[in-house]
């Protein structure tokens, strides 16, 4: 026994000095302690949600593209979508330096480590300083009597309160001492300003919304409005500078890719300096629905890189003007306060809402080339204003010749083009009769769900032929020969423009090659409308405008960055200039280089981040890089065409559940409107409708034979009773 036991003694003694050496050898490489497995792992490429499958090629994961270091030649071969290369410029490299990563230093920059179930605690927590008194009493003596009679309690003192940072003392009541602490940090380099309290103006949309949060959470109110505007004003100068510096970061990064991908457009200048020849999408964004905005944005992004060049804030409300506007403006006051208020005033533009898009997009193009070395070359627009021709007449009359502007439409702006000019034709041929004696509208005519089917054929016709102008004016040509009947012409003649492979969208051609019999006739247009739509047709699938789409280029990543302005100042709050611009900036950063920038932005504005905020950029940078891959799939896109088809039905057969004074006792309406029928009950209900007016015309008939017995023919009387009974 005693042999035994000195053998065990000695086997653990040796693991507890392999696991000690272990130990250590892992500290020296730093906290991760990378196993050789897991090494492998890295080396081949897999990620962590692919381990063990090494046929499949992985998707890479939000710390493969941030630690990938930046180059001038990066191979982006393996990037799936514009997320992804954005997210390779982050700045977490830049926080994190090359300093080793141990432990301490990771959990200082938020990185995930091993959670322990106690630890010290840091950060800002919501307490209830009720419970935190009655542990006191409970647990605590005082450190300077040390009587087991001491009792403690957290006091505040109320004319020492500066926002949400509050002046505290632990109060012994044994020996009446007092132990001063604060519950918030200062920041570094402003002695007189606490950090809570610029991280509340941060986290708010306004100081009345903060102040409603503080109330509801039963915090002591927030700062001044004064300090607020202070706060505000800093942050303003901070975001600017910032954002500034991120898209002339980005304006480098294309110049870089340009040369390295396209060399033959970049161009030395006079001075020296390389400028690329590069396309841009152009779009404004307003803060209020509809065309009487006070505030709008116009952003330029990369087509190549998809971030953002450049931006324009404009606005024609300022608030300190409003509240001066009953002042006498010849007295002495209004002067000097209007000579002061010139340079903070946030009027910027005198014109309408509308013209705030052209005005923006000339600004911007004039100082493309001194301030960002690239030239926008090409110009890809909506369509919605005059933005294209203002901008090229613009820049003739500044370089001249030498800087021609190439206008490319957006596809997805071309092909609402098409419903607009159907809707348009509809609407004007509201009550009047085509050449066949009926209208526009109604059942096996131009109604809305043809109007949508025309629609989408058309952008479909556009996209599926990049490149080909010819293939794309023949798909266009395809859609009106295949949706309106041709009289006096076979079924091979009218479908003579669809395409006849075996990848063809035509029902017709595939019964004629797989012998089937899917093609249904009742679903095309009467033949009336082959005239009626040919101006329509003519216009779009103009070669002109056809070729202004060859690149079947979009403005999808502008509405994405409007989207993510609007989602920090909402358009349904009114909010000032000032504000906007901070979001503008903030949107700047985050869409160009990641969630990581708001830590930057911290450090600069005095802010130390801590350990909380930084795991949460890091998990928003994942969800980004997750829901990018996501949406590129195919099968997103299935599932997202199956739900819009889904909810179109839904809205068809949606019961009523409001309408003024139509609700007794029921939960239905005492007069239900009709229901509307889908495309398919139409036609049987048309072909049913038919088949009974035929079998009345004939007892109608057989009838008139027997009732008529005086001299009028009985073609008259078959009229009359066909008509009396709306046959």
Not at 59 to 66: D, E, G, I, N, S
Not at 203 to 219: D, G, V
Not at 650 to 660: G, T, V
Request: hydrophobic share 30%; proline share 2%.
């Amino acid at each position: 026994m005693l042999i035994i036991a000195t053998v065990l003694k000695g086997n653990l003694a040796n693991l507890v000095y392999i696991k000690m050496g272990r130990l250590t050898a892992r500290k020296k490489r730093g906290f991760i302690g990378v196993k050789a497995w897991q090494k492998r792992r890295n080396e081949a490429g897999l990620s962590d949600f692919a381990s063990g499958i090494q046929e499949q090629s992985p998707r890479p994961t939000v710390q493969h593209a941030l630690q990938t270091p930046k180059s001038t030649g990066r191979q982006l071969n393996n990037i799936r979508n514009m997320s992804e290369e954005k997210l390779l410029n982050s700045d977490f490299g830049k926080s994190e330096g090359k300093r080793t990563c141990t432990r301490t230093r990771a959990k200082a920059l938020g990185k995930n480590s091993r959670i322990l179930k106690e630890e010290v605690a840091t950060g800002y927590k919501l307490q209830d300083f009720s419970l935190l008194n009655e542990c006191l009493k409970k647990s605590s003596i005082c450190s300077s009597c040390k009587s087991a009679k001491s009792n403690l309690e957290i006091f505040q003192e109320n004319t020492g309160r500066n926002g949400l940072a509050e002046s505290l003392f632990i109060f012994c009541s044994n020996c009446r001492s007092k132990t001063q602490f604060s519950t918030s940090k200062k920041m570094l380099g402003r002695p007189g300003c606490f950090e809570v309290n610029r991280r509340s103006v941060l986290a708010s949309q306004s100081r009345q919304k903060l102040a409603n949060f503080c109330t509801t959470m039963n915090l002591p109110p927030p700062i001044l409005s004064k300090p607020y505007s202070a706060h505000l004003k800093e942050m303003h100068l901070c975001y600017l500078t910032e954002a500034h510096n991120k898209m002339k970061d980005a304006a480098k990064r294309l110049l870089i890719k340009t040369e390295h991908e396209e060399p033959h457009k970049v161009i030395e200048n006079e001075n020296g300096n390389r400028i690329a020849e590069v396309s841009v999408t152009v779009d404004g964004t307003w803060q209020k629905r509809g065309h009487k905005s006070k505030h709008g944005v116009v952003f330029i992004l990369s087509v190549q890189t998809g971030e953002i060049l450049d931006f324009e804030v404009f606005s024609h409300y300022c608030h300190a003007c409003v509240a001066h506007e009953e002042m006498d403006k010849d007295s002495i006051q209004y002067k000097a306060w209007a000579a002061s208020h010139t340079k903070e005033c946030q009027i910027n533009h005198h014109g309408s809402s509308g013209e705030m898009e052209t005005e923006g997009a000339i600004r911007m193009f004039s100082r493309s080339v001194q301030s960002r070395n690239l030239k926008y070359t090409q110009f890809v627009g909506d369509g919605d204003s005059s933005c294209y021709g203002s901008v090229s007449r613009a820049m003739k009359e500044l370089y001249g010749d030498s800087y021609q502007v190439i206008k490319e439409e957006c596809v997805g702006h071309v092909q609402k083009r098409m419903g607009a000019a159907l809707e348009g034709y509809k609407k004007g041929m509201k009550g009047r009769k085509l050449s066949d004696g009926k209208g526009a509208g109604g059942m096996g005519r131009l109604t809305g769900d043809m109007i949508k089917r025309v629609q989408n054929y058309y952008g479909s016709a556009i996209r599926n032929n990049k490149g080909n102008l010819d293939a794309m004016k023949t798909a266009v040509l395809a859609i009106k020969c295949h949706l309106i009947r041709e009289d006096g012409v076979t079924l091979q003649f009218q479908h003579r423009f669809c395409p006849k492979n075996k990848e063809t969208w035509c029902k017709f051609w595939k019964d004629q090659l797989y012998g089937t019999s899917e093609y249904d006739e009742s679903g095309r247009l009467p033949s009336v409308f082959m005239a009626e739509l040919e101006p329509i047709f003519k216009r779009l699938s103009d070669n002109e405008l056809l070729n202004r789409c060859l690149l079947g280029l979009t403005q999808n990543q502008n509405e994405c960055i409007n989207g993510l302005l609007w989602s920090r100042v909402p358009k349904s709050a009114f909010c000032g200039k000032r504000r906007i611009e901070i979001a503008v900036c903030e949107t700047v950063c985050v869409a160009n280089t990641g969630a990581a920038s708001k830590g930057l932005l911290m450090e600069k504005l005095g802010i130390s981040p801590g350990y909380n905020m930084l795991k949460g950029l890091r998990i928003e940078d994942s969800r980004r890089l997750q829901g990018a891959a996501r949406k590129v799939s195919q099968e997103y896109r299935a599932k997202r065409k199956q739900l819009r088809l889904s909810r179109n039905v839904s809205k068809k057969i949606k019961q009523l559940a409001y309408k003024a004074g139509s609700f007794g006792l029921s939960c239905r309406p005492e007069h239900e409107p009709k229901k509307g029928r889908t495309m398919v009950q139409k036609r049987i209900d048309g072909t049913q409708m038919v088949a009974e007016r035929k079998r009345l015309r004939k007892e109608t008939d057989m009838e008139i034979s027997f009732i008529s017995d005086d001299d009028v023919p009985l073609v008259a009387v078959a009229k009359k009773r066909r008509r009396r009974l709306k046959l």
